[in-house]
């Protein structure tokens, strides 16, 4: 990949980072040349602390909107030049919708009688762009982008969805499992397809046993009847046939079956179905009791299963030619390694510690449509014209995906990629299309190590469009190919700005220089760009630029409160932990105390490390934080005199592939390793005296707070678990599966790797936080580790109880309550 400078930034170290430098890491400009490797500087700029107000545990736990009601769900209007949003109601959990012009810095309220008239984020267009097609209240409206005329398609009680122009200018739409097309000239309506999950009717039936054969010859009324329904079958089969006025597309896709996705082809003359198993995500769960129920009675809620009652489950693909009739379910076979034992040598260990011999034999394995859990588009996908489709398949196992085309001569499925990971595949950066007016596919892939750019022509090789120690994401082609839009974080691990790189040579450049977070919207008309920005002490705004290389951004909204800005809040610094475990360091914020002095020495800082939730999420960076509270926490601890760091430990997201699967299989291992490492580092840098250092948690947060009081009992004196799991059997399938394979394969992987098993190696002071409602960690988990603890006859631990919230607390009141006592417990321990 070659890179266009367009911008001669560098990350600036602080004062400060002469203490914290590393041997040979320098800070690097914002577009690397092919082979360059990611260095940074070991800290980098950040912004200066904040106000004058004394921030207090009540305000931080307060309720968020005063902070100020930032902006949500902003998309384009179809003009191009102006944006819609979401703004939520001082007080309560209602949202207004806001327009505002691109070149102007109010907003106007929508009134709730115009709320169908400004499009959606999904909004399809014509081949022309002058004409914008949307859902709103499960209707389809459809607006002239040159008029501003809206005319609504449907006007009922039927759910319609997923609007889309065909190739002869036609409109069609989705309701239920049929598809309609709509003549927008006359307004004639024409059912598609209808799909049934079902079996085909099987019609009059011929008698098939002795008796009912012998019956048809010796009763003259049995043998006329038979003949009269066949009479009527031939003649509707014919009727159907020859009268173009009935609609008859009517497709069996089996019983018991239940429809995962289904995409109409662009010509509107095929679609693609996949279709799998009716068992939801709570068959054969569990309940979770209620006690704080409306009518004042225990309330059985019912809840997803376990990954332990989890068995495998696999799609069928079904082809639909519309204009022939013929449906055809197309085969896995022949997608590469679709047999493989790819998890031989894990159940080879396995039988091997239960004294047994594993013998290795191919079998089909389970696949299903690709489920990434940050799309907003399909796992299939046509090309321009319909004449080509492709769909993203994954490996019930996880270690494989598929990018899969449809020969449709021959009826089979193409492979056109397939990414294999001994660990397992990622469940994020899988955006993948088709080139316009194209035969030639886009995709991302990790395969390097790092989520990138690949084109790939149905009957060539592909060809990788970025290249570096950089992860890309969010993918938007222009109409014309020439560029593809994509979020990156090219300068440094915690900054993210958009890029763009030109398919035909893979010449990239950069297009904003914002510092922090950025997302972005391309306009319809490909003109600009509408930014979600923000930064480690700002809050998310947005900002309009123009759609060119090293732009210019304007700020559209203000609207962080004043008093949020008048709370003197520390910012913490950015810094890189060398890591005893590998050649990449840990990337982790550090807030200083307000009295520190660099140099300082006799190691009498006290210091906390907070661990971030979801495993793979990434949050030292340099944007706004989902862990807003946490932030302000973190700055009331450091001007209480604590040192506080929040580590990206190894799982963590947006530092590639390697770092993302160092968990696999002993999940609470190399992060505590690298908790280690934090401490270390503070205490050589920081001051910190080792004695006293405490860590915190909520969810995978507090699954490594148990882990690092039970496995290294003398790296922490106390910790906080919020919202804890304790037994990664108990947790759900589709996340757990991917690290530590199904308990029934991979007993071993579960045992190492979930705290129950190792709640004897308690020493330090452990406060357990367990939300009762919680439908995604059960409160089961806790209660099940706490017994464990009595029966240990463990004595430095104590459980606090949320009777009303779920997995993220929502009642201010429980948000200080929870708080409180971590505050405490650190205060009386540290």
């Known amino acids: 990949m070659k890179f266009k400078t367009t911008a001669n930034k560098t990350l600036v170290a602080l004062a400060v980072a002469s203490s914290f430098m590393l041997a040979g890491c320098q800070s690097t400009a914002s577009t690397p040349s092919e082979e360059q490797v990611t260095n940074v500087a070991p800290v980098v700029a950040t912004p200066a602390d904040t106000g004058s107000a004394e921030i207090t545990l009540e305000q931080a736990m307060a ?96 759910q319609q969805s997923k609007p889309q122009f065909l190739t002869d200018g036609s409109l069609a739409y989705r309701q239920g499992n049929a598809f309609y097309k709509v003549d927008l000239a006359t307004g004639r309506q024409v059912e598609l397809v209808n799909l049934h999950l079902d079996d085909a009717p099987k019609g009059v039936q011929e008698p098939d046993t002795y008796i009912a054969k012998e019956q048809h010859k010796l009763i003259d009324y049995i043998a006329l009847t038979h003949k009269n329904k066949k009479d009527r079958e031939e003649r509707k089969a014919q009727i159907n046939e020859q009268n173009d006025s009935i609609a008859n597309a009517q497709f069996y896709l089996g019983k018991g079956k239940r429809l995962a996705d289904v995409q109409l082809s662009p010509n509107g003359q095929a679609l693609v179905a996949v279709t799998t198993e009716s068992r939801s995500w709570r068959d054969e769960g569990d309940i979770m009791p209620n006690y704080i129920a409306d009518d004042a009675r225990v309330k059985a809620e019912k809840v997803r299963r376990r990954v332990a009652d ?73 090309n ?56 030639t596919l886009y995709y991302l892939s990790e395969e390097s190590g790092y989520s990138h750019i690949y084109k790939k022509p149905l009957n060539g090789k592909a060809t990788q469009l970025t290249k570096g120690q950089f992860v890309v994401s969010n993918l938007t082609l222009t109409a014309d190919n020439s560029a593809i839009y994509y979020k990156a974080n090219v300068e440094h691990p915690g900054l993210y700005e958009i890029y763009r790189v030109n398919p035909a040579n893979g010449e990239s450049e950069q297009v904003t220089n914002l510092d922090g977070m950025t997302d972005y919207q391309l306009s319809p008309d490909e003109s600009k760009l509408l930014l979600t920005h923000s930064k480690i002490m700002s809050p998310p705004e947005l900002y309009v630029a123009d759609a060119k290389a090293n732009t210019q951004a304007t700020q559209l909204t203000h609207t962080v409160s004043d008093e949020f800005l008048a709370k003197k809040l520390i910012a913490p610094k950015i810094v890189a932990v060398p890591s005893s475990h590998t050649d990449q360091p840990i990337y982790a914020k550090v807030y200083y105390p307000a009295d520190y002095k660099e140099g300082e020495t006799g190691k009498n800082r006290k210091a906390v490390i907070f661990n971030h939730g979801a495993g793979y999420l990434q949050n030292s960076h340099m944007g706004w934080s989902g862990y807003f509270r946490e932030f302000m926490f973190h700055s009331l601890l450091a001007s209480e005199g604590y040192v506080v760091m929040d580590m990206d430990y190894r799982a963590s997201k947006g530092y590639g592939r390697d770092w993302r699967t160092a968990i696999y299989r002993q999940m609470g291992t190399p992060e505590i390793q690298d908790l280690a490492d934090g401490v270390s580092w503070m205490a050589d840098n920081a001051n910190v005296d080792t004695q006293a250092v405490g860590t915190y948690g909520g969810s995978y947060g507090g699954f490594m707070t148990f882990m690092a009081l039970f496995t290294q009992p003398d790296l922490f004196k106390a910790g906080a678990a919020l919202r804890p799991v304790t037994d990664w059997a108990h947790y759900n399938g589709p996340y757990t599966s991917n690290i530590l394979n199904h308990p029934d394969v991979d007993p071993i992987a579960y045992e190492k790797s979930s705290p129950i098993y190792f709640a004897e190696g308690l020493k330090s002071h452990l406060l357990i936080n367990a939300p009762m409602v919680d439908d995604n960690v059960f409160f089961q988990d806790s209660v099940r580790l706490v017994q464990r603890l009595i029966e240990l006859e463990k004595e430095n631990f104590e459980t606090a109880i949320f009777p009303v919230e779920p997995h993220g607390f929502v009642q201010p009141s429980s948000w200080l309550d929870e708080y409180r006592r971590i505050h405490k417990l650190f205060k009386e321990t540290l």
């Open 310 to 382: 989890e068995k495998p489950i696999s799609s069928d693909v079904v082809y639909i030619d519309l204009k022939s009739g013929e449906q055809t379910t197309l085969a896995f076979d022949t997608l590469p390694g679709f047999d493989e034992d790819v998890l031989a040598a894990v159940k080879k260990e396995n039988y091997a510690r239960d004294g047994k011999t594993y013998k290795s034999e191919k079998a089909p394995r389970a696949i299903n449509l690709m489920m990434d859990w940050g799309w907003d588009q399909s796992a299939i996908q046509w």
């Open 63 to 158: 309720h968020p909107d005063w902070l100020g009601r930032q902006p949500e769900r902003a998309f384009w209007n179809g003009d191009s030049n102006s944006i819609v949003y979401a703004q939520k109601q001082q007080g309560n959990e209602l949202r207004d919708l806001y327009v505002q012009a691109v070149n102007s810095q109010s907003a106007s309220q929508l009134a709730l009688n115009k709320l169908h008239t400004v499009g959606a984020k999904n909004a399809v267009y014509s081949a022309d762009k002058k004409q914008q097609a949307y859902a709103f209240e499960g209707n389809i409206f459809v607006k002239n982008l040159s008029t501003g005329q809206i005319t609504q398609i449907t006007h009922d009680s039927a």
């Open 384 to 439: 321009t014209d319909g004449s080509q489709v492709a769909l993203m398949l994954e490996a019930w196992d996880n270690k494989d995906r598929w990018l899969a085309t449809v020969d449709t001569q021959n009826n089979k499925l193409v492979s056109q990629h397939r990414l294999h990971d001994d660990a397992w595949v990622n469940y994020a950066y899988n955006d993948f299309g088709w080139l316009n007016n194209s035969d």
